[in-house]
């Protein structure tokens, strides 16, 4: 008789999968953990920005605490709010090179469904510096204006809704646009983006000068009235509004910002699945080589230049001024700052023509450094260079191609803040120390070009010389400025004596001194310049290959 059959053992149950948020979350503290693992340098600068951003979280915690029941507390908070939201939007085109997690194309060989991916890509993203910080603004916020239970308890919903408003607009923002964001125009962002800060800063600066002659935050009220209904503020206005009784407006307001939370999210999940679905046309076309317009424009530009040495030379100057990220940048700061000093002088009263000065001082330092911009392709321009005559055509036309930009920019500007301040009778004189400063810088430039040569790393955003070439930099730089504001002094003096003397009838004479002062001096710094680089041309091709 055969034994009984055993009776099959139970099946020990699978262990659950755990849920896309959590693996999510996880992965985005693991890359935080490495990322900080990586080098001291980098660690010390996260420990430094979150110190930073807690110390000045707090600052503005303690500030909307004291400001509770002032009668402008609601304008200062809605529109601190309004700020964040404009912060948050465009944080994705500046800061997509440095953040991996912004990046939603590294998924797109994973078998995810949108919708848990959006989900957990949403939850995962308010780890980090910068939802905290928002946490904090909007926690400040509605404690400077919840008032009675209705407002407490818009509050506590307010304040979620904010958060959540700010980091579905980035993470929107950077999957609609991260083909962009990982090419080269989208480098070309990052670059600028100090650009924008300094330029931001002025006109904050100049428009809150222009609040306080005003007469105070109440001349805010009507586009605080505008703002109130654009999320994430609308969030924050509707505390207020609950506290004060509107409880048809705080309705709405919270209201508009859970739509338009919905719409983010919707926006961001068909972004994802464009991504992930539709082929990258960045690059079609590449492989035909250039296109037929681009063909045109280089022959536009070629006609425009003289023939030979000097127009190739200025023609690649001049490229180079427009297509490398770092040139570009260090352009349009120069521009835009330079501009914008001297016209804010005047239009807040406080200029003078010599305002104008500063933008022909930004624009010299471009001459500055000339063969270091090339880095190691500099070789190439090497081989073309044997004698001190063919040195003086290489500067002469890199000269040439930055008076192009220079000399019509520094008239104008100097006209223009003449025209701000409204006094013609001191363009004479302003022009004349205008284009005897460029004239300086160019020359001096070129001189410590060939003196001293250094590298500028191209890995970097906001790196200007290569490890250990600081201080060289420095001395090419420093120096150069220096110099050409000695070499200023004839014309200065001029100015001063004429002045001192009261000879004012004699003022319009320094406009032909200081231009034929001025080209004097370039044709100096270029003649001295020529031997030196010549004759230092394998430590001046050594110099600028590092890094």
Known sequence: MSAPTAAPAASAPSPSAPSLTSVFVGLKLALLRNGLRQSSGRTAVFVTSAVCAAVFAAAILLAFVLMRGNADADIIAVLLIGVLAIAWAVMPLFAAGGDETLDPSRLVMLPLRPRPLVRALLVSSLIGIGPAFTLCMALGAVLALARGAAGVLVAVVAVPLTVLVCVALARAVAAANVRLLTSRKGRDLAVLSGLLIAVGIQFV???????????????????TAVVSWLPPASAVAAVDAASRGDYGVAAG????????????LV??????????????????????????????????????????????????????????????????????????????????????????????????????????????AFWMVAQTISTPADAYAELRARALALLLVTLPFTVLVTVGTAALLGDWSALPEGLGLALALLGAMTGAGAFTSAAFPYSIPQDGAFKSAAPGQGGLA????????????LLCGPVIGATIWLHVADLHSFLWLLFPLGAVYGGLLVWAGLRLAAPRTAYRLPEILTAVSKG
């Open 205 to 223: 600066n100049f428009g809150a000068q222009q609040l306080g002659r005003a007469g105070g935050l109440s001349s805010l009220e009507p586009v």
């Open 253 to 264: 307001q919270s209201a508009v910002t859970v739509l338009v939370l919905c719409a983010l």
């Open 267 to 376: 926006w961001w999940q068909r972004s994802l699945v464009t991504l992930m679905t539709a082929p990258d046309g960045s690059t079609i076309g590449a492989a035909g080589g250039a296109t037929a317009a681009d063909k045109a424009g280089r022959g536009r530009l070629a006609r425009l230049l003289p023939g030979g040495r000097t127009g190739t030379v200025m023609e690649r100057g001049l490229r180079y001024m427009w297509r490398d990220p770092k040139t570009k940048a260090s352009w349009v700061s120069s521009l835009a700052v330079g501009a914008i000093v001297p016209f804010l002088n005047a239009v807040q009263g406080t200029g003078s023509i010599y305002f104008a000065c500063f933008a022909t001082g930004m624009l010299g330092i471009q001459m500055y450094n000339q063969f270091g911009q090339d880095t190691s």
């Open 474 to 485: 420095w001395m090419s730089i420093l120096g150069g400025m220096v110099a050409g504001a």
